[in-house]
């Protein structure tokens, strides 16, 4: 299939712009991500419509979460920010920068100036080098030729994550440390080009729960001093509260509600929201609520997603004739709460 007759059955962007920042270091403006699919090998057999019309913008030192559980979409958009897909229609732009047009040297630059926090820590560490090693292959990659210079910066890196005295954690290979010291160093790593954007995946779903709040502190610590915009991506609300200023709920590649933080946990509108918290333990007994019932079923086929809105098939709320026929756009039911359900429209 080519490219014209791909673009011509993209659906267009739901709503407008999503949480518009005052001074945005990234912009995402109705973002599509298709993988194509083929039968043995070459016969176009569909695509997978993993990120369908995501616009939101993020601010210089500002903290946004992207919500939503296995199959959502979260990890595609996250890929395609840090220039590892290229986008099937829309736009990326970073610092003034488009995406789309970044190639060779300039997107090699450009990922320099990305932090990335994988999700299991001692995967994302190669176990043949030791910490020294790991933390000083950034640099070499990126022309830091001078041996003192990336000694000194590898030392400030893990004294920053507190992995202290440095000089006992510099020889340790992976294996010889915990899995919050690995996340120690995985950060460090994150850090040591002094990124713009750090893109957290999922970073404390793999430690323990003593170990996950001092990570989470420390990377806001991370982010307040260093004046770091990041993008946290998760499926657990119980510990959005503690490091996100914004909240992007994710669903079957859409964005179906946006809040500030406290507005979307005391307010959730959207059904799939108040199922995703329902789902969520929050160590907070303050923080306790009514149990309601978690909508049954499985997230859709992102090859043949359902027509109109794509939870409606789970949905407890479900408008017939409604909901599934027309897509959602998203509603402004507060100040700067937006959410993309039949539910909201006005005079409802």
């Not at 659906?11 to 945005?24: I, N, S």
């Not at 958009?77 to 995406?99: A, V």
């Not at 893990?158 to 995985?186: A, C, I, W, Y």
């Amino acid at each position: 299939m080519s490219e014209a007759t791909l673009q011509s059955d993209v659906t267009p962007v739901v709503g407008e712009m999503l949480h518009k920042a005052k001074d945005p270091l990234l912009i995402v403006d109705n973002l599509h991500v298709w993988y194509e699919l083929k039968k043995w090998g070459f016969a176009h057999a569909g695509y997978v419509r993993a990120v369908d019309g995501v616009s939101f913008e993020l601010q210089r030192g500002e903290t946004i979460a992207i919500v939503g559980e296995s199959g959502c979409g979260k990890s595609s958009l996250m890929k395609t920010i840090l220039g590892l897909n290229r986008p099937t229609q829309g736009e990326i732009i970073f610092d003034g920068r488009k995406l789309t047009e970044t190639k060779g040297e300039a997107l090699r630059l450009y990922r320099s100036e990305l932090g990335y926090v994988q999700q299991d820590p001692f995967g994302a560490l190669p176990t043949f080098m030791n910490v020294q090693s790991i933390l000083e292959e950034p640099l070499i990659i990126n022309g830091v030729k001078n041996k003192s210079e990336r000694l000194k910066r590898v030392e400030r890196a893990l004294t920053e994550v507190k992995l202290t005295p440095v000089n006992d954690f510099l020889p340790k290979f992976p294996h010889m440390l915990s899995g919050g010291q690995q996340q120690r160093v995985v950060i460090a790593r994150a850090m040591i080009m002094e990124p713009k954007l750090m893109v957290a995946d999922e970073p404390v779903s793999m430690l323990d729960a003593s170990v996950r709040v001092e990570i989470l502190k420390l990377l806001r610590g991370l982010q307040e001093q260093h004046q770091l915009a990041v993008i946290y991506i998760t499926h657990d609300l119980s510990t959005v509260r503690y490091f996100s200023e914004y909240i992007f709920v994710m669903y079957a590649g859409e964005i179906v509600e946006a809040a500030k933080v406290e507005d979307l946990l005391h307010n959730p509108q959207h059904p799939y929201t108040l199922a995703l918290l329902e789902a969520s333990s929050d160590p907070d007994a303050n923080n306790a609520r009514v149990i309601r019932e978690v909508p049954p079923g499985e997230p859709p086929s992102l090859v043949k997603p359902p027509s109109g809105c794509r939870f409606h098939p789970r949905c407890p709320k479900v408008i017939p004739g409604k909901c599934d026929v027309e897509r959602p756009p998203a509603f402004l039911t507060e100040p700067d709460h937006r959410v993309a359900c039949w539910l909201y429209e006005p005079g409802s």
